[in-house]
Structure formats: structure tokens, C-alpha cells
């Protein structure tokens, strides 16, 4: 399906595909990817996407600004429908009847970074580039790396030294020119910006290329078709999916948030559901642009010393941040803050109450959720969905200050018993 062209968020005007790359002309504000509803509608209805075989975000094409770039039986074809399940023990502690957990850190690269790096490398293919790039803090040059080697599309990959080590042996793996930069996200962003206009590349960037957010949307239409597969259609109409009352997500540059505000008001525009969900974004305290900017009521972002364990949402000034505004503010929505030791006891929860291993930028949105539940701000009947951003694998380091350091016997019983008395077990 071919878009109309974009919009830009901040001044409104619209440019057609072919007159803009990455951001407004005039002011550099984000630009929104515009879709032909009424040419979707007369093509597909929600059945027809339920009828497919295609079990990742490629059975929302017709949806899709880009066209189908093959690679079948790839990994660029088994990003997204990950699973949307119903945790009962987390249910039952939040004193939530409705709970769901959406775990993203089942991608083929292992975060939800793969919906928007599938379609970049989509439209890479159709535009003819021939190298992509992006600024990373690990996840979105992991998924670029893994996407582009699954096209056979050459990739580089700009990140700071302090990413984690797994994801840097994931950009090394899958091929990539991986070049780590002495200093921040930030400066490898702005150093991305310059180096694609410098040598052609085509530019991933978070917050910048429009076409993330035709990925990550994606979310949004599993969330409502799934929700529908689990409980039925709504009462009104037999073909329509439902919409859960609030999804948490957390938010560093503000572009997953973006993602799943145009996914909601997309199928809304369609007539797919009758209303959004309060998109609850969660920032960690230490780095929390948004969310200060939203609680003071402000119409700017100002940049903060980004300083946390969730390096995945580690970000001095978020990109997308006036977009995040946008999703929150439009959806009746909320931002809430979180410490690193919330998150940390989050990864803990998470693990062993629901089975899902996330890394500390994955279970934030969950930490989030406790602490709104502790504060009566979810009401105990309200279909909830949390989005787990990442899998644990990617930061064992914080996993095991999670989750402690692991004993060591000698290998007799006579030691195994006196350890096993010591925790209590016998
Ligand atoms: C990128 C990322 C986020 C935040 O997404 P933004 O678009 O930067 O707000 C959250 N969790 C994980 C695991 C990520 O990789
Ligand atoms: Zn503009």
C-alpha cells in the first residue's frame, strides 16, 4: 500500500514521498506517514488480516507504507506477532483482573527494535540504497544488523562503548561495520547524521527516519488482534477487534510510543476499533526528559545527563520526544518515572512470576505498572497490556545484579545439604 505522503508534527504541512527523506524541510519536526484509509478499507477488513497464514508483521502489509521486500523464510520475515499471554500470579499480586503481558524480547534479534528495522530495510530495498545506518544504543543497530544481513544489504552501526557486550557481539555477528564511539548515544546520534549525508547512507535513526514508526505501529494491531482472539469480538460489530484500556510502554526516545499511537489511531481511523488506550509511557528518573517535560506542561523538551542501568532508554534528549508528548496527551494517558531499583526488582518479578527474562529497559514498563497499581491509578477491572521492550539475555550484567550471584559447592551431598539447610529447603 502506497502512503500519500507525510505530515509534518509540528507545522502541519504535508509533503508527498518524494519531497522529504527524514524530518520537515522547514522546521525539522518529525514528519507522520500518511496512509489512504478509504483505499485500505475498500481493499481489507479485519477478517481478511485474521485469515492469513503469515504469522509476523508482514500480515499487516496492506497497512504497511512499503512494499513486500520477499526474503521469505528469512528473519526479516519472522519479526513481530510475539506472544500476548495472560500472567496469572502477576495478575493476582497487582490485584489486576486483566492483565497481559506482550513479550517483544521474542524477535529474531531479541527486542522489539526488529518492527522498525524490517520495514526500514523494506523501503531501504525499494529507494534503491545501498548501505544503512543508524546510531544505536544496541537494540535498533541490532536489529538493523540482523534485518540488513537477512536482505544482504551492507550495514553500519554507530554506538557508544558502554553498550552491553551481548549486543555488540550481536552487531559483530551479523556482519555489520560496527564502529563504537568514546562517548554518548547522543553524540553517536549527531555523529550518524553527519556521516550518512557525508558517504550516502541511508539513515535508521530513531526519532528521524519516519518510517520506525511504520514498524513498531505494528504492535498496536497485534495487540487489538490478539485481544480479540483471546476474547472474542466486541458486542457492536462482528468485524472489529478490541482496544485494551491502557498499554504500558517505556519510553526513552519516544519513538515505540509514537509507534503504537499511530497504530491504535490508525485502526481507529479505520473503524477497526472504537476507541485508543491510554498509552502510559515510563522513563527511568535517570533519564527522564519526557516525562518532566509533561509533568511541568511544557510544549519543549529539555535535555537531561542521562544516568541509568536501562541503557535502552538511556537518552539525553529523546528524539521523538514531542510525539511522545502527543501520544499521551491525546490518549488521556500518563508518564510515570521509575528508579533503577525499581527496575531491577521488576527483571526479578518478571522472571519468576511470569517466566519472562527482560532486560532492565523491557521490565521498566512493568515497574511502571506496579507502582501505578500501588497508587490506584489502574482500575482493578481495566483490560491491561504491558510491553516487554527487550529480552534479558541482552544485559546479563544487570540480570545478575538483579537477581544475586549463584552459590558454589564442593561437589559432595554432605555440601548440598548444608547449603540447602542454610536457604531453608530442608
Ligand atoms: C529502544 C528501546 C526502548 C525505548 O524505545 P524508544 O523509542 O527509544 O522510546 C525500550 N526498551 C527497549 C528494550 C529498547 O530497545
Ligand atoms: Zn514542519
Request: proline share 5%; with cysteine; glycine share 10%.
Amino acid at each position: 500500500m502506497k502512503a500519500l505522503g507525510y505530515r509534518c508534527s509540528v507545522c502541519g504541512d504535508e509533503y508527498d514521498l518524494d519531497q522529504a527523506t527524514y524530518t520537515c524541510p522547514t522546521d525539522g519536526g518529525n514528519l507522520d506517514v500518511v496512509l489512504d484509509y478509504s483505499a485500505i478499507s475498500a481493499k481489507v477488513a479485519p477478517h481478511n488480516i485474521t485469515a492469513s497464514n503469515d504469522f509476523s508483521i508482514w500480515r499487516y502489509a496492506p497497512l504497511l507504507p512499503v512494499e513486500d521486500p520477499g526474503f521469505v523464510g528469512t528473519p526479516l520475515r519472522s519479526v513481530g506477532w510475539t506472544p500476548m499471554f495472560s500472567p496469572g500470579r502477576l495478575s493476582q499480586r497487582l490485584g489486576l483482573e486483566n492483565l497481559w503481558l506482550k513479550d517483544d524480547g521474542r524477535n529474531p534479534t531479541a527486542s522489539f527494535k526488529d518492527r522498525a528495522s524490517a520495514v526500514v530495510v523494506a523501503r531501504a530495498k525499494e529507494i534503491g540504497a545501498e548501505t544503512v545506518a543508524t546510531a544505536s544504543t544496541g537494540n535498533a543497530g541490532a536489529a538493523l544488523a540482523g534485518m540488513a544481513a537477512a536482505a544482504g544489504q551492507p550495514a553500519v552501526i554507530l554506538a557508544p562503548k558502554s553498550a552491553p557486550p551481548a549486543k555488540v557481539a550481536q552487531l559483530l555477528i551479523f556482519g555489520a561495520l560496527v564502529i563504537l564511539v568514546d562517548g554518548t548515544y547522543d553524540q553517536a546520534f549527531d555523529l550518524t547524521l553527519e556521516a550518512s549525508e557525508a558517504f550516502g547512507w541511508y539513515c535508521r535513526n530513531t526519532g528521524y527516519n519516519p518510517f520506525t514508526v511504520e514498524g513498531k505501529k505494528t504492535a498496536a494491531y497485534e495487540i487489538c488482534e490478539q485481544l480479540t482472539l483471546s476474547l472474542g469480538h466486541p458486542n457492536r460489530k462482528a468485524d472489529q477487534w478490541r482496544s485494551p484500556d491502557s498499554v504500558f510502554v517505556s519510553v526513552g526516545d519516544g519513538n515505540i510510543i509514537t509507534g503504537l499511537h499511530k497504530g491504535f489511531s490508525d485502526l481507529a481511523a479505520l473503524g477497526w476499533i472504537d476507541r485508543l488506550p491510554r498509552l502510559i509511557g515510563v522513563q527511568s528518573e535517570g533519564s527522564a526528559a519526557v516525562y518532566n517535560a509533561f509533568r511541568a506542561g511544557e510544549k519543549t523538551i529539555r535535555p537531561v545527563r542521562a544516568d541509568t542501568i536501562a541503557d535502552s532508554i538511556s537518552v539525553d534528549l529523546p528524539r521523538d520526544g514531542l510525539r511522545a508528548l502527543r501520544a499521551v496527551r491525546d490518549t488521556g494517558g500518563e508518564y510515570l518515572a521509575v528508579t533503577d531499583d525499581e527496575i531491577l526488582a521488576a527483571i526479578v518479578t518478571l522472571g519468576r512470576e511470569a517466566a519472562v527474562f527482560a532486560e532492565p529497559a523491557g521490565a521498566a514498563a512493568y515497574a511502571g505498572l506496579a507502582k501505578a497499581a500501588a497508587a490506584d491509578l489502574v482500575r482493578p477491572e481495566e483490560q491491561v497490556v504491558v510491553l516487554v521492550t527487550g529480552s534479558g539475555l541482552k544485559d546479563v550484567r544487570a540480570a545478575m545484579q538483579a537477581a544475586g550471584q549463584a552459590v558454589v559447592i564442593e561437589p559432595t551431598l554432605e555440601a548440598l545439604h548444608r547449603e540447602l539447610k542454610r536457604v531453608g529447603k530442608v
